[in-house]
């Protein structure tokens, strides 16, 4: 089987650049396996859908305003970066921006931090693009939050804005560590979650992040089947 089985032509006037105007209105497409049939439905209509007694498992990652900008102490330039893994108090593995220019003792400022790179892309076993950043000072969620940005999926066009940093978490979102958002629990309102309850209808949580795969595209040529 070719990945360019799956290929087909999106408009990109209907790829939507900004959510919609209240969580929870989307479409929903239903397959049902018993009838064999489709239905066009709404995410509120859950609770008359799922069967009771269903589990639902929710992901209650919290997306981490990762996405920072510096500006390098050597030529002035704006350098962009996306902060992955904690290492400790002051390393992070990082996803740089044209990492082809980046080089081992690049220094950059970000607002009131600096940060030096300590191994470049090729110099560690991180994947392709990736460095390693040690800033002068602690960098944790609460900094971030504070001088970092929401990283956007490549597919949407424009910067973030202060309602991106409340629309793209889950109401549910609770542990810090995602580039990305779980995007399927973004439709799920706390009045939505009453509603599947009172329907019968259990939920748990756990915490998976969503790393760096969901914004690399595939390059394999041959998908692995079962």
Request: proline share 4%.
């Amino acid at each position: 089987m070719k990945t360019s089985d799956f290929t087909f032509e999106l408009p990109e006037n209907l790829i939507a650049q900004h959510p919609a105007a209240s969580r929870g209105q989307s479409r929903l497409l239903v397959m049902d396996r018993k009838k064999g049939c489709l239905d066009h439905r709404m995410v509120r209509d859950l609770p008359s859908i799922i069967e009771k007694g269903t589990l639902m498992v929710f992901n209650n990652s919290r997306v981490r305003r990762a996405r920072i900008f510096g500006i390098s102490e050597k030529s002035g330039a704006k350098a962009e970066f996306l902060l992955l893994k904690k290492l400790d108090a002051f390393s992070w593995q990082a996803l740089s921006k044209r990492s082809g220019r980046r080089r081992a003792g690049d220094s950059y400022v970000f607002d009131d931090a600096k940060a030096e790179i300590c191994a470049a892309p090729g110099q560690t076993d991180f994947s392709k693009g990736q460095v390693l950043l040690r800033f002068n000072h602690c960098i944790d969620d609460a900094w971030l939050d504070l001088h970092g940005h929401v990283p956007l999926p490549p597919y949407i066009k424009r910067k973030d804005s202060l309602l991106d940093a409340e629309r793209y978490q889950t109401v549910y979102a609770r542990e810090h560590g995602s580039a990305a958002a779980p995007t399927a629990g973004l439709h799920f309102t706390e009045e939505l979650l009453a509603r599947l309850e009172k329907a019968g209808i259990e939920s748990a949580f756990i915490t998976l992040h969503v790393g760096l795969g969901t914004f690399q595209p595939v390059r394999a040529e041959n998908a692995p089947c079962q």
